[in-house]
């Protein structure tokens, strides 16, 4: 089974996660985008920094997602440095042989990055203040 799992310094705004089999009737995507605003304030920028361990923990999570029902091929790989608004922090992909096995396994996939990989942001505000979150 095709699987990428990487945490990346470089840009992955044009990246586009091969996942594509025989088997597989759906492909689903996503691609989350530093947005210009965040608890009713306006965002300017986000760092993201990775524990060493974010590598890790990224291909543990996508071979749990290997293993879900109907899924032919999966990946993943989140950005750290510094980005702007627009810039994508996230790219992940999963084909699977029926389209809802592809939405609930990319779904799935994505919610488990945001809760257990060891990424931590920090937000720029527009009015010069910064505020760190995903610290445990």
């Known amino acids: 089974m095709p699987t990428t799992a990487r945490i990346s310094d470089d840009s992955i705004n044009s990246l586009r996660l091969d996942v594509g089999a025989d088997a597989a009737g759906a492909t689903v995507t996503f691609h ?23 590598g890790d923990v990224i291909a543990a999570i996508v071979a749990e997602a290997a293993k879900l029902d109907g899924v032919v091929a999966v990946g993943a790989v989140h ?10 922090a996230l790219v992940a992909a999963v084909s699977a042989a029926h389209r809802a096995e592809a939405f609930g396994a990319c779904g799935w996939l994505v919610d488990e990055i945001k809760a257990r ?14 505020e760190w979150t995903g610290c445990p």
Do not use: C, M
């Not at 950005?79 to 994508?88: A, E, F, Q, Y």
């Open 117 to 130: 990989l060891p990424i931590w942001k920090n937000q720029v505000f527009a009015d010069g203040t910064t």
């Open 79 to 88: 950005r750290v440095g510094s980005l702007g608004i627009g810039d994508v």
């Open 32 to 54: 989350g985008v530093v947005r210009d605003h965040d608890g009713g304030r306006d965002v300017r920028a986000i760092e993201y920094i990775g524990h060493p361990s974010a």
